[in-house]
C-alpha cells in the first residue's frame, strides 16, 4: 500500500473500487483500522482528505482529551461500530466533524459552524466515491445536528421539534435513532470517556416507543412537558 501510494497509482483507483472496499469494512469489526492503516501509509490523504485533515487540528482539552480531532474521528467511528451494525451510522459518525478542517487557526481549539462548515465537504466526498444516497443524507443530518442531541436536555420543546421536522423525524423515525447513535458515538468517543453513560439518548428511545398516531408536533410536545425532560 505505501508503494501505491508513492507511485500516485492509488489515484486511479475507480470511486466503485474504493467505495465497495470502503462499504465492507464499514460493515465489518473493527472498521477504524482500515482507515488508520491509509493514514500510516500515506493513502489517507489521497482517498479520504476530508478524515486526513483533521488530524493536526486541535479541539478543547475539556471535552476532548484526546484533542487530535483525527483521533477523536476513528474513536468515534470505533464507539459506532460497538453500538450499531448499520454502516451508514458509522460512515456518518466517522465524518461528522469534517467541518473542523476549514477552521482558522487563529479560531482553535474552538470550531464554530463546523457542522454546517462540514456539509460541502460531506457532498463533494460522496459525489468522489458515488457514495449510495442514504449514506450521505444521513451523514449530512448528523455532520449538522449532531452537536444539538447532545444539549437537547437543555432546549425547549420547540427546539426539539423543529430538529425532528428538519430530519423528517415524524415519518421516519429510524432516523431520529440513527442520530442518536451516531451522537452517542461522537460522546463517548473520546479518550476516557468511553464508559460514560448517554442519557441524552432517552429522549429518542422514547419517541421511537411512542405508536404512529403519537408522532405528531403537538401530542409529542405534550408528551415532552409532561414528562418534564425539557423546559417550556
Not at 10 to 37: C, D, I, M
Not at 47 to 57: I, K, R, S, T
Not at 59 to 73: C, L, Q, R, V
Request: proline share 9%.
Amino acid at each position: 500500500m505505501q508503494q501505491l501510494s508513492a507511485s500516485g497509482e492509488l489515484a486511479h483507483l475507480t470511486p466503485e473500487r474504493v467505495w465497495k472496499e470502503t462499504e465492507k469494512v464499514l460493515s465489518g469489526p473493527a472498521p477504524e483500522v482500515y482507515f488508520q492503516v491509509l493514514r500510516d501509509c500515506g493513502a489517507l490523504q489521497v482517498l479520504f482528505p476530508e478524515l486526513d485533515n483533521l488530524f493536526g487540528v486541535p479541539a478543547p482539552a475539556k471535552w476532548h482529551p484526546e484533542i487530535d480531532t483525527g483521533i477523536h474521528s476513528l474513536m468515534t467511528l470505533a464507539m459506532a461500530a460497538s453500538l450499531t451494525d448499520d454502516p451508514a451510522v458509522r460512515f456518518a459518525a466517522l465524518f461528522h466533524d469534517a467541518g473542523k478542517a476549514l477552521t482558522p487557526p487563529a479560531l482553535w481549539p474552538s470550531h464554530p459552524g463546523h457542522g454546517v462548515a462540514g456539509l460541502p465537504l460531506i457532498t463533494a466526498l460522496c459525489q468522489r466515491l458515488k457514495v449510495p444516497n442514504h449514506y450521505r443524507d444521513l451523514a449530512l443530518l448528523i455532520t449538522e445536528f449532531h452537536d444539538v442531541l447532545h444539549t437537547i436536555e437543555r432546549q425547549p420543546a420547540e427546539k426539539i421539534i423543529g430538529l425532528f421536522d428538519s430530519i423528517d423525524g415524524w415519518r421516519k423515525p429510524e432516523r431520529i435513532l440513527q442520530l442518536t447513535l451516531a451522537s452517542e458515538a461522537d460522546a463517548r468517543g473520546r479518550a476516557g470517556l468511553t464508559a460514560n453513560p448517554y442519557p441524552q439518548g432517552l429522549l429518542s428511545e422514547r419517541c421511537m416507543r411512542l405508536p404512529p398516531p403519537y408522532r405528531s408536533r403537538r401530542l409529542f410536545r405534550q408528551d415532552l412537558k409532561g414528562r418534564r425532560y425539557v423546559r417550556n
